[in-house]
């Protein structure tokens, strides 16, 4: 089951980085729109604020050896290592992803400090204590297992090293379980998206106390990015991404077709987007 929901998400990103790159930019990720969510901005620019607001709230100024876990086309592992002068390393399933990643790194001049690679976040292909940050901005949500995604964080980090994540979630559920009518949103989800489930925050947390992970704090930011599904769904209007989409394939249209759902979520308080820091 693993395998196979492996190659349905290289094949889905094999399919739409291309388009995504092309219309929305290098960040495959949401935007930061203020604590509420009512700044006004860009929304290149509002993803260049996720990245500087997460790493604003968990507090790092510096880093040395990172590791972008679903690293996308290597926005973030570029953004950091140059923000840090730090050598970077991003690991995704799709080879096409990681060629373009490289690709990009030349061209901005870090190709000496970064590298990206197709690599098992639930078996990742570097020793115990290899880098003091592990950031996985919009990853976790793909894992099938989510214990031993953070056990892989967390064995790869040096001690005193920092895990920063950023997932989708769904809302917690303790004294109110997912009613049927969210199990099936969530589900319409996942087949769009090749999720094989999410979870909630509180259940991350329990997950990262019992590695140990110490200094463990979370946050929810749903507020914050929840207007960036809004911006996604008005630009595939624009001629340019509907003659990409019609290029890109099925799977990538329907999955365009879907934004909705995501949207939909946000406003029911189904969908939540979390946040994890915690040091080894």
Known sequence: MVSTLQQQIQQFYDASS??????????????????????????????IDLIDELLAWAGVD???????????????????????????????????QAARATERAQTAGLA????????????????????????SLESGEHMPDKTRFLQECHRVLKPGGMLIMATWCHRPIDGAPLTADEQKHLAAIYRVYRLPHV?????????????????????????????????????????????????????????????????????QGLVRFGLLVGIK
């Not at 995504?20 to 203020?34: A, F, K, R, S, T």
């Not at 990172?66 to 080879?95: N, R, W």
């Not at 879907?258 to 979520?265: A, D």
């Open 62 to 96: 510096h880093a040395d050896h990172i590791l972008d876990v679903g690293c996308g086309i290597g926005g973030s592992s570029l953004y950091l290592a140059e923000k840090f002068g730090a050598s970077a390393t991003g690991i995704t399933l799709s080879p096409v």
């Open 112 to 135: 000496d400090r970064t590298r990206f690679q197709v690599a098992d976040a639930l078996n990742m292909p570097f020793p115990a204590r290899s880098f003091d940050l592990v950031w």
């Open 18 to 47: 291309g388009l995504w790159e092309q219309i929305w930019g290098e960040h495959m990720h949401h935007g930061y729109y203020g604590v509420d969510g009512t700044e006004q901005k860009e929304r290149r620019q509002a993803q």
């Open 199 to 267: 979870i909630s925050l509180p259940e991350y947390e329990a997950i990262a106390q019992h590695l140990p992970l110490k200094s463990v704090r979370t946050a929810d930011w749903s507020a914050a990015v929840a207007p960036f599904w809004n911006v996604v769904i008005d630009s595939t209007f624009s001629p340019a991404a509907v003659i990409g989409l019609l290029r890109s394939g099925w799977t990538t249209i329907q999955a365009a077709l879907s934004l909705g759902l995501m949207r939909r979520g946000y406003e």
